[in-house]
């Protein structure tokens, strides 16, 4: 029944509303499908590259080395360059919110799953229930899809085998020193500044990216 005093255009709004939820599919599947009428070619990714690499492979990404590096990059740019939320299931138990260079209040739009490799098929059935029908506090973002960390099934898979490997980027020479200076405390300590100012590199058979 309406509120009293609400007018005719409001009472169309709420009529239209229940049509659209009486309709075969759910709201979010119809914004979903508007989104992807009105973008042709919407990112993935929130990172160009990406995106072309993940278009040229099926459209998913499967990801090895170190790859929890490139799970917080990834998730950093879903959460600040998209407005997403997403659905972790992480296998290793491995991932902290901690590494994430991003605002205290994006952390909640991050749903992380802890299943274990016997029940990771329901979890991974019960997913996408919750994530478009759960009470939490995503549901006015888009979800972009699930991050599978230590196994297979998911939009991005992370684990011990993958077509895009993540490595450290090369040091390269340090100058020309010898053994005594290289081991003396502030030869290490000088390699030390040049390893961590380096960035990180992913490379796959369609190119590579890097980022610090």
């Known amino acids: 029944m309406a509120a009293f005093g609400s007018s005719t255009t409001e009472l169309f709004g709420i009529s239209l509303l229940r049509g659209c939820a009486a309709e075969e599919g759910s709201l979010?599947?119809?914004?979903?499908?508007?989104?992807?009428?009105?973008?042709?070619?919407?990112?993935?990714?929130?990172?160009?590259?990406?995106d072309t690499f993940w278009s040229h492979h099926g459209g998913k990404l499967s990801v090895s080395g170190r790859g929890l590096p490139f799970l917080h990059h990834l998730l950093t740019s879903l959460l600040t360059n998209l407005n997403?939320?997403?659905?972790?299931?992480?296998?290793?138990?491995?991932?902290?919110?901690?590494?994430?260079?991003?605002p205290f209040s994006e952390l909640q739009h991050i749903h992380i799953f802890l299943p274990t490799p016997s029940n990771l098929k329901v979890?991974?059935?019960?997913?996408?229930?919750?994530?478009?029908?759960?009470?939490?506090?995503?549901?006015?973002?888009?979800?972009?899809?699930?991050?599978?960390?230590?196994?297979n099934g998911g939009d991005v898979n992370i684990g011990w085998r993958g077509w895009m490997r993540v490595e450290r980027e090369e040091v390269g020479k340090f100058g020309e020193v010898g053994v005594e200076e290289v081991w003396a405390e502030k030869g290490m300590r000088q390699r030390q500044e040049v390893v961590d100012g380096k960035g990180w590199k992913a490379e796959c058979e369609f190119g590579d990216y890097c980022w610090k």
């Open 123 to 151: 979890t991974l059935d019960c997913v996408e229930k919750y994530m478009l029908y759960g009470e939490h506090g995503s549901k006015n973002r888009e979800w972009v899809g699930t991050i599978l960390l230590g196994g």
């Open 28 to 50: 979010e599947e119809l914004l979903k499908s508007l989104r992807q009428k009105s973008i042709p070619n919407p990112s993935k990714t929130g990172v160009p590259t990406l």
């Open 84 to 102: 997403s939320t997403i659905a972790l299931l992480d296998l290793t138990g491995r991932f902290s919110p901690s590494h994430l260079s991003v």
